[in-house]
């Protein structure tokens, strides 16, 4: 089994000797770095490249510069996505966005995670597990999302949450570790 097998089955695999995953990695870097060298004024060039980049656009969306991913292949946007300065998001795994996703500046999304063994972590072995985000989602500026985590619809992330495990539906949940502080107001 590969190295990039491992990885689409969430076991603990070598990313850093594999040459494919290395070629894939470096391709990625470089669509990104020109994305964010990008001037703001060249919508289409900007829009072409996020298309380049990332595996699956159904529909509008608008990613603020600087924006850097790991392989982009593993990244669904659903319509209507809007994402503020500085977004990272690790795709080892899948990382699946629903529509009408807000996310705020400095936010991270991480599907990456490393053996807790200190012999296999300093063998470089990592894991990837995914991480979805229903629709109608908000986040706060900072958030940082780990991976296997999943958010449901209609919730709110607040700023500077880490969300370590899964977030139920209409919710407004806060903290590090980010948990349920209320349910989501329906505004009259």
Not at 90 to 115: E, M, Q, R, S, W
Not at 158 to 175: C, E, M
Request: overall charge negative.
């Amino acid at each position: 089994m590969t190295e990039k097998e491992k990885c689409e089955k969430g076991l603990l695999y070598d990313a850093n000797y594999d040459q494919e995953l290395i070629k894939e990695r470096a391709e990625c870097k470089v669509l990104c770095q020109e994305y964010n060298g990008t001037p703001y004024s060249d919508t289409e060039q900007r829009n072409k490249l996020i298309n380049k980049i990332v595996g699956n656009v159904k529909g509008k969306f608008l990613i603020e510069q600087s924006f850097y991913c790991d392989y982009g292949y593993n990244i669904t946007l659903g319509d209507n996505f809007y994402s503020n300065h500085n977004l990272v998001i690790l795709d080892c795994a899948k990382v699946t966005f629903g529509d009408n996703v807000f996310i705020g500046p400095n936010c991270g999304f991480y599907t990456a995670g490393h053996a807790e063994d200190a012999k296999l972590r300093n063998e470089g072995l990592e894991y990837a597990h995914p991480i979805t985000v229903g629709n109608n989602v908000w986040f706060g500026g900072n958030v940082t999302v780990l991976p296997g985590v999943t958010i449901g619809d209609n919730s709110i992330i607040g700023a500077g949450s880490v969300v370590t495990k899964d977030i139920p539906a209409n919710v407004v949940a806060v903290g590090n570790p980010c948990k349920v502080v209320r349910s989501v107001k329906q505004e009259q």
